[in-house]
């Protein structure tokens, strides 16, 4: 069965975060990502909880959204 990828988000008070992320991680979604993470970030979330329980699998780039997620976070 595949899952279809996509990102899904729950806040927990303004500086809290949950987002999870399904299916395969590729460019596309990153890229979405990336957006939210910073979209959370300016809208106040300093707390991230990230839940990649579904992923099926990931391009290499995660690692470059998640180290720039958490630089954005600390410059707030």
Same mark, same amino acid.
Do not use: F
């Given at each position: 069965?595949? +899952?279809? !990828?996509?990102?899904?988000?729950? %806040?927990?008070?303004? /500086?809290?975060?949950? +987002?999870? +992320?399904?299916? %395969?991680? @590729?460019?596309?979604? =990153?890229?979405? =990502? %990336?957006?939210?993470?910073?979209?959370?970030?300016?809208?106040? *979330?300093?707390?991230?909880?990230?839940? =990649? !329980? %579904?992923? !099926? !699998?990931? *391009?290499? @780039?995660?690692?470059?959204? =998640?180290?720039?997620?958490?630089?954005?976070?600390? /410059?707030?």
């Amino acid at each position: 069965m595949t +899952v279809k !990828s996509g990102i899904s988000v729950a %806040r927990g008070g303004l /500086e809290y975060a949950r +987002v999870a +992320v399904r299916g %395969r991680l @590729e460019s596309k979604i =990153l890229d979405q =990502l %990336r957006a939210q993470l910073g979209a959370l970030v300016d809208d106040g *979330a300093r707390y991230l909880t990230l839940d =990649l !329980s %579904r992923v !099926s !699998s990931c *391009a290499p @780039e995660l690692a470059d959204v =998640l180290t720039w997620a958490d630089l954005r976070a600390g /410059e707030k």
